[in-house]
T-cell receptor, first 118, second 112 residues
């Protein structure tokens, strides 16, 4: 079963508008972390924002915020005031068992390609 | 600039060649990862090293051989690859736990 689901293969947004990228996840762990990464066409994976399963407040980092709804198992990324440079692939990802003593793997969703238009 | 350095940036190799990908980080991270990413797909985990020991192998074919000589360095040795192994290979590191993985810029591998 898919652990991370991103249902929007592609999204368009006008410059200066806000956009929400959807992400739902599936886990039986109590302790997990949710991450969003941006991947421009050049290929590097850029970390954007993190939400821990026990965090009560939604995470924010500059123009990025994470709308975390634990009961619904969703962790949507909101980008405010979109810029042309935001055009990229966006991946939602999850690390389970993050309080264990071993390195835990990061599992990615299928991604959403965002295009910012003038 | 990324704090995880991968070399080479691009690699073209024949199916009978032996080559190695290199990854280096100096952030003191004790977990290091290899991911493979095909075009228009998400990265897929290949290997995880924790404290220089292999902790996760995602059933990767033996033509891919990882090595972690020290806490800063991670290699991926390639031998007898197939054209379908052509992909972007991403290295990452992290402290363990709830912190993000820091990725390198990747090596674009083409197998001819």
């Amino acid at each position: 079963a898919q652990k991370i689901t991103q249902t929007q293969p592609g999204m368009f947004v006008q410059e200066k508008e806000a956009v929400t990228l959807d992400c739902t996840y599936d886990t039986s762990d109590q302790s997990y972390g949710l991450f969003w990464y941006k991947q421009p066409s050049s290929g590097e994976m850029i970390f954007l924002i993190y939400q821990g399963s026990y965090d009560e407040q939604n995470a924010t980092e500059g123009r990025y915020s994470l709308n975390f709804q634990k009961a619904r198992k969703s962790a949507n990324l909101v980008i405010s005031a979109s810029q042309l440079g935001d055009s990229a692939m966006y991946f939602c990802a999850m690390r389970e068992g993050i309080n264990t003593g071993t390195a835990s793997k990061l599992t990615f969703g299928t991604g959403t390609r965002l295009q910012v238009t003038l | 600039d990324t704090e995880v350095t991968q070399t080479p940036k691009h690699l073209v190799m024949g199916m009978t060649n032996k080559k190695s990908l290199k990854c280096e980080q100096h952030m003191g991270h004790r977990a290091m990862y290899w991911y493979k990413q095909k075009a228009k797909k998400p990265p897929e985990l290949m290997f995880v090293y924790s404290y220089e020991k292999l902790s996760i192998n995602e059933s990767v074919p033996s033509r891919f051989s990882p090595e972690c000589p020290n806490s800063s360095l991670l290699n991926l040795h390639l031998h007898a690859l197939q054209p379908e192994d052509s992909a972007l290979y991403l290295c990452a590191s992290s402290p363990r736990g709830r912190t993000p993985l820091h990725f390198g810029n990747g090596t674009r591998l083409t197998v001819t």
